[in-house]
């Protein structure tokens, strides 16, 4: 039998791929195991903002550029004051986790990064073909999402679209103590949509227009809406624009891990890993590399028991809600921040709360359509 070129190929250099390969090279287990990491882009830019919570310190905090221990929740009635405590909510600019991550990686002699686009894994030779050339693995973790999602009709979709725009102004116009989670004081067309604040000084702050819809926009559409939160919302009229980023991250109940298979194993997007309800990535991801990693050695599948099917028939309902009464997500999320402690949000929301917690989360939010939606989700 031909010897493969690598133990491990990674298709794809962001936050699934990368996270996994730090933590495959930081355990013994994995000593002297060959790991490619296939990528078409060097990931040299600022290209997202990963923001997460967790109770005191971490593993990434010299990478976070901010923390906030307070926030707030505003929609067109209502602006509660939250207080996090015991957790933070931390916000870690996506270049700098890949600078360190290259960092760490390159110091390894078994680690490769690889500059190409892969466009198929065959199976049966094990190897993953890309446009400049081809690689063969005794297993891949591939982090494509599969382009059959979008045309599943069993499937909620809804996506999380947004632009960011990093601002300076002249004065200072912004408590760096305290973030906007939500606010809904912008309005697109009975949709969900919502913005965003998250200031690192009195004179700086990423600003999100965010929407959780079933359809896609125009970027004009984002640069209507931010100006027009800036100068009627903020009050601010002199400002300068010192970086932007946009994303779009599918939000739905489609069954990713069907294609898992013997050699490969779909990872971040492609996987499942986002948490469909909410669109949060980071610290989901930590955890589902954790779980792979455990059943690796284990001797187990990798992608066993990576998901609750309780929460993932939470998240389905919630999507197909959305998905069928868009205009519904401003009175839900107020429901379900202003009836709810923000500490019991971020249990439920990383699925550590019991049944009976869930049930009066999901009691405080009722609305006819959830009835309809369960019963289309049997």
């Given amino acids: 039998m031909i010897t493969p070129d690598y133990y491990y190929i990674i298709v794809g250099g962001g936050l699934a791929g990368l996270q996994l390969a ?44 901010k923390e906030w221990q307070q926030g707030l929740f505003i929609a067109e009635s209502v602006k509660k004051e939250m207080d996090f405590a015991p957790y933070s909510y931390k916000m870690l600019r996506s270049i700098d986790f890949y600078q360190y991550a290259k960092g760490e990686l390159n110091k390894d002699p078994d680690t490769y990064f690889i500059q190409d686009e892969i466009s198929k894994i065959d199976e049966v030779t094990r190897t993953a073909l890309g446009k400049k050339d081809s690689y063969t693995a005794t297993h891949f973790f591939d982090s494509r999402p599969p382009h059959s999602y979008k ?36 309005k697109y067309k009975n949709s969900t949509c919502f913005t965003y604040v998250l200031p690192v000084s009195p004179k700086n702050a990423l600003i999100e227009f965010t929407f959780f819809t079933p ?45 898992n298979s013997k050699y490969v194993t779909k990872i971040g997007t492609a996987g499942g890993w ?16 954790d779980k792979l990693l455990s059943n690796i050695k284990s001797g187990k599948k990798p992608a066993q028991g990576l998901f609750s099917k309780r929460f993932q028939r939470y998240d389905a309902i919630f999507l197909d809600v959305l998905e069928k009464r868009n205009d519904l ?18 249990k439920f929301l990383d699925e550590e709360t019991t049944f009976s917690e869930d049930i009066k989360i999901m009691q405080s939010m009722f609305h006819p359509q959830f009835l309809k939606s369960f019963f289309n989700k049997l």
């Fill in 22 to 65: 730090l933590e495959i090279r930081k355990d013994v287990f994995f000593k002297g195991k060959k790991i490619a990491i296939i990528d078409p882009s060097l990931k040299s830019e600022n290209d997202k903002t990963w923001c997460f919570w967790e109770e005191g310190s971490g593993k990434w905090d010299e990478l976070i550029q």
């Fill in 151 to 186: 045309d599943d009709s069993g499937s909620a979709k809804i996506y999380q679209h947004f632009k960011g725009i990093y601002i300076e102004t002249q004065e200072a116009q912004f408590d760096p103590d305290r973030f906007t989670m939500m606010d809904y004081r912008g």
């Fill in 215 to 259: 359809f896609l926009t125009e970027e004009k559409v984002y640069d209507e809406q931010l100006e027009k939160y800036i100068r009627e919302v903020l009050k601010i009229d002199n400002y300068s624009i010192t970086e932007s980023e946009t994303g779009i991250i599918p939000m739905t109940d489609y069954p990713f891990h069907q294609h």
């Fill in 274 to 289: 986002v948490k469909a309800s909410s669109g949060y990535s980071f610290k989901s991801t930590e955890r589902k590399v």
């Fill in 329 to 346: 997500g401003e009175s839900l999320f107020t429901k379900f921040y202003t009836k709810n402690s923000i500490q019991n949000i971020f």
